[in-house]
Protein backbone atom coordinates (compact mmCIF):
# COMPACT_ATOMS: atom_id res chain seq x y z
CA UNK A 1 0.00 0.00 0.00
CA UNK A 2 1.88 3.57 -0.89
CA UNK A 3 1.43 5.18 2.21
CA UNK A 4 4.08 7.63 4.48
CA UNK A 5 4.30 6.73 7.67
CA UNK A 6 5.09 9.47 10.49
CA UNK A 7 6.37 8.42 14.28
CA UNK A 8 5.25 8.99 17.08
CA UNK A 9 1.69 9.90 16.31
CA UNK A 10 1.63 11.51 19.37
CA UNK A 11 4.81 12.96 21.63
CA UNK A 12 4.59 15.40 24.88
CA UNK A 13 7.41 16.39 25.74
CA UNK A 14 9.83 18.90 27.53
CA UNK A 15 11.65 22.73 26.80
CA UNK A 16 14.86 21.99 25.73
CA UNK A 17 15.11 18.00 25.14
CA UNK A 18 15.71 17.34 21.40
CA UNK A 19 13.65 15.36 19.48
CA UNK A 20 12.97 13.73 15.96
CA UNK A 21 9.76 12.79 14.12
CA UNK A 22 10.32 10.38 11.37
CA UNK A 23 8.75 10.40 7.67
CA UNK A 24 9.29 7.31 5.17
CA UNK A 25 7.36 6.93 2.23
CA UNK A 26 7.00 4.13 0.28
CA UNK A 27 6.47 5.36 -3.15
CA UNK A 28 9.92 6.55 -4.91
CA UNK A 29 9.03 10.26 -4.66
CA UNK A 30 11.59 12.70 -5.14
CA UNK A 31 9.89 15.77 -3.08
CA UNK A 32 8.86 15.55 0.59
CA UNK A 33 7.89 18.51 3.00
CA UNK A 34 7.22 18.90 6.80
CA UNK A 35 4.10 21.13 7.74
CA UNK A 36 2.86 22.15 10.67
CA UNK A 37 -0.74 23.25 11.40
CA UNK A 38 -2.18 25.92 13.95
CA UNK A 39 -5.75 26.62 14.46
CA UNK A 40 -6.61 29.66 12.36
CA UNK A 41 -3.37 29.15 10.55
CA UNK A 42 -3.92 26.87 7.80
CA UNK A 43 -0.76 24.61 6.88
CA UNK A 44 2.68 26.42 6.81
CA UNK A 45 5.64 24.57 5.43
CA UNK A 46 8.81 24.12 7.12
CA UNK A 47 11.47 22.80 4.86
CA UNK A 48 10.97 20.68 1.71
CA UNK A 49 13.39 18.50 0.04
CA UNK A 50 13.72 18.13 -3.81
CA UNK A 51 16.10 15.13 -3.87
CA UNK A 52 18.63 13.53 -1.52
CA UNK A 53 20.77 15.81 0.39
CA UNK A 54 18.46 19.05 -1.56
CA UNK A 55 16.77 20.61 1.21
CA UNK A 56 15.26 24.46 1.08
CA UNK A 57 13.86 26.55 4.01
CA UNK A 58 9.88 26.85 4.07
CA UNK A 59 7.83 29.65 5.52
CA UNK A 60 8.60 28.71 9.48
CA UNK A 61 12.18 26.98 9.45
CA UNK A 62 13.22 28.80 12.82
CA UNK A 63 13.54 25.62 15.23
CA UNK A 64 14.10 23.46 13.28
CA UNK A 65 16.05 21.00 10.56
CA UNK A 66 15.90 18.53 8.51
CA UNK A 67 18.19 15.80 6.91
CA UNK A 68 17.49 13.75 3.65
CA UNK A 69 20.08 10.98 3.44
CA UNK A 70 18.05 8.66 1.58
CA UNK A 71 14.92 9.06 -0.77
CA UNK A 72 12.45 7.15 1.22
CA UNK A 73 13.33 9.02 4.87
CA UNK A 74 12.76 12.87 5.60
CA UNK A 75 13.36 13.33 10.02
CA UNK A 76 12.24 16.30 11.02
CA UNK A 77 14.52 17.65 14.00
CA UNK A 78 13.62 19.60 17.04
CA UNK A 79 17.32 20.23 18.71
CA UNK A 80 15.73 22.31 21.40
CA UNK A 81 11.75 22.09 21.59
CA UNK A 82 9.88 25.23 22.93
CA UNK A 83 6.65 25.63 23.82
CA UNK A 84 5.68 27.66 20.76
CA UNK A 85 6.45 24.64 18.89
CA UNK A 86 3.64 22.33 20.16
CA UNK A 87 1.26 21.63 16.96
CA UNK A 88 0.62 18.56 14.88
CA UNK A 89 2.77 18.33 12.38
CA UNK A 90 2.27 17.00 8.51
CA UNK A 91 4.90 15.13 6.29
CA UNK A 92 3.91 15.12 2.66
CA UNK A 93 5.50 13.14 -0.32
CA UNK A 94 5.25 13.72 -4.29
CA UNK A 95 6.44 12.96 -7.15
CA UNK A 96 7.46 16.91 -7.67
CA UNK A 97 7.09 20.16 -6.32
CA UNK A 98 4.54 22.44 -7.19
CA UNK A 99 1.00 22.58 -6.62
CA UNK A 100 0.73 20.75 -10.17
CA UNK A 101 1.41 17.46 -7.94
CA UNK A 102 -0.65 15.66 -6.10
CA UNK A 103 0.91 15.74 -2.26
CA UNK A 104 0.50 12.31 -0.10
CA UNK A 105 0.23 13.46 3.56
CA UNK A 106 1.11 11.39 6.81
CA UNK A 107 -1.43 10.83 8.97
CA UNK A 108 0.20 13.68 11.46
CA UNK A 109 2.11 13.90 14.58
CA UNK A 110 0.57 15.81 17.40
CA UNK A 111 3.31 17.59 19.22
CA UNK A 112 3.12 19.44 23.14
CA UNK A 113 6.16 20.90 24.51
CA UNK A 114 5.24 22.07 27.95
CA UNK B 1 4.54 38.54 1.05
CA UNK B 2 2.77 35.44 0.38
CA UNK B 3 -0.84 35.52 0.96
CA UNK B 4 -3.59 33.63 0.26
CA UNK B 5 -7.12 34.17 1.44
CA UNK B 6 -10.00 32.24 2.30
CA UNK B 7 -13.58 32.52 3.94
CA UNK B 8 -13.31 31.36 7.52
CA UNK B 9 -16.41 29.11 7.56
CA UNK B 10 -19.37 28.27 4.90
CA UNK B 11 -22.47 26.61 5.63
CA UNK B 12 -24.77 24.99 3.27
CA UNK B 13 -27.46 22.19 3.23
CA UNK B 14 -27.58 18.87 1.95
CA UNK B 15 -27.94 18.76 -2.12
CA UNK B 16 -27.18 22.25 -2.07
CA UNK B 17 -24.15 24.15 -4.02
CA UNK B 18 -21.35 26.12 -2.33
CA UNK B 19 -18.89 27.78 -3.66
CA UNK B 20 -15.00 28.44 -1.46
CA UNK B 21 -13.14 31.50 -3.04
CA UNK B 22 -9.36 31.86 -2.88
CA UNK B 23 -7.05 34.75 -3.46
CA UNK B 24 -3.98 34.91 -3.71
CA UNK B 25 -0.92 37.35 -3.92
CA UNK B 26 2.23 35.75 -4.68
CA UNK B 27 5.44 36.87 -5.77
CA UNK B 28 4.70 34.18 -9.04
CA UNK B 29 2.21 31.54 -9.80
CA UNK B 30 2.76 28.30 -11.05
CA UNK B 31 -0.79 26.53 -10.42
CA UNK B 32 -3.76 26.64 -7.99
CA UNK B 33 -4.23 23.19 -6.13
CA UNK B 34 -6.94 22.59 -3.49
CA UNK B 35 -7.23 19.76 -0.75
CA UNK B 36 -9.86 18.42 1.63
CA UNK B 37 -8.81 18.26 5.20
CA UNK B 38 -11.76 15.56 7.43
CA UNK B 39 -11.39 16.83 11.39
CA UNK B 40 -8.28 15.04 12.64
CA UNK B 41 -7.58 13.29 9.37
CA UNK B 42 -4.61 14.09 6.93
CA UNK B 43 -5.08 16.60 4.18
CA UNK B 44 -5.81 14.78 0.45
CA UNK B 45 -5.63 16.31 -2.87
CA UNK B 46 -8.63 17.42 -4.81
CA UNK B 47 -7.74 19.28 -7.89
CA UNK B 48 -5.25 21.28 -9.56
CA UNK B 49 -5.58 24.39 -11.69
CA UNK B 50 -2.24 25.51 -13.83
CA UNK B 51 -4.29 27.89 -16.63
CA UNK B 52 -7.43 29.71 -16.63
CA UNK B 53 -10.95 27.89 -16.49
CA UNK B 54 -12.79 25.24 -15.15
CA UNK B 55 -11.76 21.39 -14.18
CA UNK B 56 -13.97 19.51 -13.07
CA UNK B 57 -14.21 16.04 -11.20
CA UNK B 58 -17.13 14.44 -10.20
CA UNK B 59 -19.13 16.50 -8.27
CA UNK B 60 -16.10 18.99 -7.31
CA UNK B 61 -14.93 21.64 -10.02
CA UNK B 62 -12.48 24.39 -9.57
CA UNK B 63 -12.00 27.41 -11.61
CA UNK B 64 -8.87 29.86 -11.79
CA UNK B 65 -8.71 33.14 -13.52
CA UNK B 66 -5.14 34.04 -12.85
CA UNK B 67 -5.71 38.19 -13.98
CA UNK B 68 -7.89 38.28 -11.26
CA UNK B 69 -5.47 36.10 -9.11
CA UNK B 70 -8.65 34.37 -8.03
CA UNK B 71 -10.00 30.38 -8.37
CA UNK B 72 -12.54 29.17 -6.24
CA UNK B 73 -13.73 25.32 -5.54
CA UNK B 74 -17.50 24.71 -6.34
CA UNK B 75 -18.86 21.19 -4.42
CA UNK B 76 -22.17 20.33 -5.89
CA UNK B 77 -24.99 17.98 -4.77
CA UNK B 78 -23.71 18.24 -0.93
CA UNK B 79 -23.26 15.12 0.93
CA UNK B 80 -23.10 15.31 4.97
CA UNK B 81 -19.54 13.66 4.69
CA UNK B 82 -18.49 16.72 2.45
CA UNK B 83 -18.52 18.81 5.82
CA UNK B 84 -14.45 19.50 5.89
CA UNK B 85 -11.89 21.92 5.81
CA UNK B 86 -10.62 23.07 2.59
CA UNK B 87 -7.38 24.57 1.68
CA UNK B 88 -6.19 26.29 -1.69
CA UNK B 89 -2.71 25.78 -2.06
CA UNK B 90 -0.20 27.80 -4.81
CA UNK B 91 3.35 27.73 -5.83
CA UNK B 92 4.99 31.20 -5.91
CA UNK B 93 8.07 30.04 -8.02
CA UNK B 94 8.71 27.62 -10.47
CA UNK B 95 7.43 24.05 -9.50
CA UNK B 96 9.70 22.22 -7.68
CA UNK B 97 9.97 24.59 -4.72
CA UNK B 98 7.62 25.67 -2.20
CA UNK B 99 3.68 25.35 -1.62
CA UNK B 100 1.95 28.23 -0.01
CA UNK B 101 -1.45 27.56 2.01
CA UNK B 102 -4.43 29.38 2.58
CA UNK B 103 -5.72 29.10 6.30
CA UNK B 104 -8.48 27.07 5.15
CA UNK B 105 -12.44 27.71 4.79
CA UNK B 106 -14.58 25.34 7.01
CA UNK B 107 -17.23 23.96 5.55
CA UNK B 108 -20.60 22.45 7.23
CA UNK B 109 -23.35 20.38 6.01
CA UNK B 110 -26.38 20.47 7.59
CA UNK B 111 -29.56 17.95 6.59
Known amino acids: EAQVTQNPRYLITVTGKKLTVTCSQN?????MSWYRQDPGLGLRQIYYSMNVEVTDKGDVPEGYKVSRKEKRNFPLILESPSPNQTSLYFC?????????????FGPGTRLTVT | GQSLEQPSEVTAVEGAIVQINCTYQTSGFYGLSWYQQHDGGAPTFLSYNALDGLEETGRFSSFLSRSDSYGYLLLQELQMKDSASYFC????????????FGKGTTLSVSS
Open chain 1, 27 to 31: MNHEY
Open chain 2, 89 to 100: AVSPHQAGTALI
Open chain 1, 92 to 104: ASSSGGGAGYEQY
